[in-house]
């Protein structure tokens, strides 16, 4: 296949895509091959497909929708005053005429919102409200709890799609390790579709949502946020529409990612800002480029990484600053880091942005030090996806993480668990297949969601050895189109 | 082309000193609507970006002027296009099925091809094809649009033709 100038071809479909003497170079190749010029009139024929006019849809109402349960989507929660007018004005829009929008002049047959004045067009001091605050609602979801926590519970995020709406059914399930059956510990309905902050978090990556103590889980439903008590199933929002929360390290701070200030348009920004567990007033830290993600905290709390247009950027809590950016990881999965307490070193990063070639695995020392390739993974970035790493709570050098298969058009598929060993660099692939896996906490096992073979995210979890790698006992089984998307392992 | 213009025209004919929205949805929201429509391969998903575009662009402090309206809110459109699914793990839970068609409603198979291929391909890829091959945008358009160089364009044609060209080939033989 290398001897087929693909590249060229592909090339060759933009008006200035080769030069004189590569045009008449692939001329030549053209002439005589004849895989290249099947593969010149495929490319050409799909340029006509995709130039071919989309079949005329009836244009939806020009109304902002709410989705069946009552919750606010987020986007319309930011600026309330703004969203106020715009709802009104497109809630007459919906009864098929459409209104003039802010400060326009009145039509014949129109219907007028009552609210359209030139003075309710947000100002650049109103629009630094960034931050949506939202009245605090009942406890959007349901449990009675998992009962006293002690001992290393394994936690995962159970979804069940609701076949008839785009909403689904999300459950955390808590199993205890030493003994006793599997309990409910929250359950709540999200959307799954829709408008994108209500519809990017709904498979929660649970390891960072839990406060020190594992006794309280921070969660996103329908974009808002909610703090749940563990061990009695208590749920209380904190009032703010938010995604992808985690709990700082010492307990003092979540971390959400939010729509930005109303007025910024291009490139939608999305922020990340930084909140009390008890609630009050959110402060907005920077802007991530990663709306799908949520931060990794340092073990103090006083920083946290987040995905910069630069790469993994480390951002001080107290002044917002950007302290240094670890080259241009940070893409393309929901968990790229892990920051432990203590052991050097103490940052693990997967490198899906290939800076030195190939998909990679990272760490670093400290806050300080460069970042050292750990695993080369010996492949590119559009053909190996790594994701997920975890050091082991209890072999100071030891880690996994999961490696996917890509290929161009498809979702990544077999996904293997990888041990490494930091001290050597010793890469091990195992014979888990899991799409997330973590440890219990004595170092003993790997706890995995075992991948399903022909859909997303897995139906069983399980616990393996970590001597042998053998599945030792069979934790939890979806069945019914139900599916496990995270897990983590807590101790208390 | 000569039809985006006399739609410019209209639009600034309207709107001496502020845009008319309903005119501006009326007149753009069709081939915005389109737009997403098929770079998204969703009509629940391009009404939800639709109705974001436009959300955005009336809270915007400040408006173009009538005749850079089409670019602007293609430049919106295709930003929230690209930056809404980055985590591909969640696609295959979106409501694609959701595209049943209604009663005399058109109904082009081959165009739904195209959009199950395009679903299946890099997000800013199919975007940046949709732009350049539906919408007509120019290189350096679309470089101003998504905020990259016109080399990341052409590099983002060419690796999209060819993961398209895989992906549609993929669904010619019923192998998806």
């Known amino acids: 296949v290398s001897d087929h100038p693909r590249a060229d071809i592909e090339r060759h479909r933009e008006p200035d895509g080769l030069g004189a003497a590569e045009r008449a170079a692939l001329r030549a190749h053209l002439a005589q091959c004849a895989e290249c010029r099947a593969y010149a009139e495929e490319l050409a024929r799909n340029d006509r497909l995709l130039s071919a006019r989309e079949p005329m849809r009836s244009l939806p109402p020009f109304a902002a929708r709410r989705r069946s349960g009552g919750s606010v989507l987020a986007f319309l929660a930011a600026a309330a005053a703004v969203a106020l007018v715009v709802v009104t004005a497109l809630g007459i829009a919906r009864e098929g005429a459409i209104a003039p929008g802010v400060g326009a002049s009145s039509k014949p047959g129109t219907s007028l919102a009552p609210v359209t004045t030139a003075s309710a067009i947000p100002t650049p001091s109103a629009a630094s409200s960034a931050t949506p605050s939202i009245a605090p609602t009942a406890s959007p979801g349901s449990s009675a709890g998992t009962g006293t926590l002690s001992g290393n519970w394994i936690f995962v995020g159970k979804r069940i799609s609701d076949p008839s709406a785009p909403r689904a059914t999300v459950e955390i399930w808590g199993v205890p390790l030493d003994a006793g059956a599997a309990r409910l510990a929250y359950a709540y309905s999200t959307s799954t579709g829709g408008a994108p902050e209500a519809a990017l978090d709904s498979a929660p990556y649970l390891r960072r949502q839990f406060s020190p103590d594992g006794k309280q889980l921070v969660l996103s439903v329908d974009g808002e946020l909610v703090i749940v008590e563990l061990e009695s199933g208590r749920a209380r929002t904190l009032g703010l529409a938010g995604t992808f929360p985690a709990w700082s390290k010492d307990g003092s701070l979540i971390a959400f990612v939010h729509p930005g200030p109303v007025g910024e348009v291009v490139p939608p920004p999305m922020h990340v800002g930084v909140v009390a567990p008890t609630g009050g007033a959110p402060r907005d830290l920077a802007v991530t480029v990663e709306p799908t993600q949520s931060v990794e905290w340092s073990p103090d709390g006083r920083s946290l990484l987040l995905p910069s247009a630069d790469g993994l950027a480390l951002v001080d809590v107290a002044t917002g600053r950007v302290l240094r950016t670890l080259d241009r990881v940070g893409r393309g999965t929901p968990a790229v880091a892990h920051w432990r307490q203590g052991g050097s070193p103490q940052i693990v990063v997967v490198d899906n942005e290939c800076t030195q070639g190939n998909a990679r695995i990272a760490t670093v020392a400290d806050a300080a030090a460069p970042m050292q390739t750990l695993v080369d993974a010996g492949l590119p970035c559009d053909r190996v996806l790594l994701r997920d790493p975890r050091w082991s709570p209890a072999a100071p050098s030891e880690l996994l993480y999961v490696r996917a298969r890509q290929s161009p058009g498809i979702e990544p598929s077999d996904e293997v668990v990888h041990l490494v060993d930091a001290a050597s660099g010793r890469d091990t692939a195992t014979t888990l297949r899991a799409y997330e896996a973590t440890w219990t906490w004595s170092g003993r096992q790997l706890a995995v969601i075992v991948k399903s073979a022909n859909a997303p995210y897995g139906t069983v979890v399980a616990l393996a050895s970590r001597s042998d790698l053998a599945v030792q006992r069979e934790l939890l089984r979806a069945s019914g189109g139900a599916v496990f998307f995270s897990i983590a392992s807590v101790n208390y | 082309v000569q039809g ?74 295709a930003n929230l296009a690209v930056s809404h699914h980055r985590r591909s793990r969640l696609l295959a839970f979106l409501p694609f099925a959701d595209d049943a068609r209604t009663e005399g409603e058109p109904y082009d198979a081959e165009s739904e091809q195209v959009r199950r291929a395009l679903r299946s391909i890099p997000r800013d890829q199919a975007v940046t094809l949709t732009l350049a091959l539906h919408e007509g945008f120019s290189r350096r358009e679309i470089a101003q649009m998504l905020a990259i160089s016109e080399e990341g364009v052409k590099s983002r044609l060419a690796r999209g033709r060819r993961n398209f060209a895989s992906a549609y080939r993929a669904l010619e033989g019923g192998t998806t």
Not at chain 2, 29 to 56: K, M
Not at chain 2, 67 to 77: G, K, S, Y
């Open chain 2, 4 to 77: 985006r213009k006399e739609k410019a025209t209209i639009v600034a004919a309207d709107a001496s000193a502020q845009l008319d929205w309903a005119m501006v949805y009326e007149v753009h929201g069709p081939d915005v609507f389109a737009f997403l429509r098929r770079s998204l391969g969703s009509t629940a998903l391009a009404e939800d970006v639709l109705q974001d575009t436009f959300v955005r662009a009336l809270r915007a402090h400040s408006h173009p002027a009538a005749e850079a309206v089409r670019p602007w809110l293609f430049t919106i459109a």
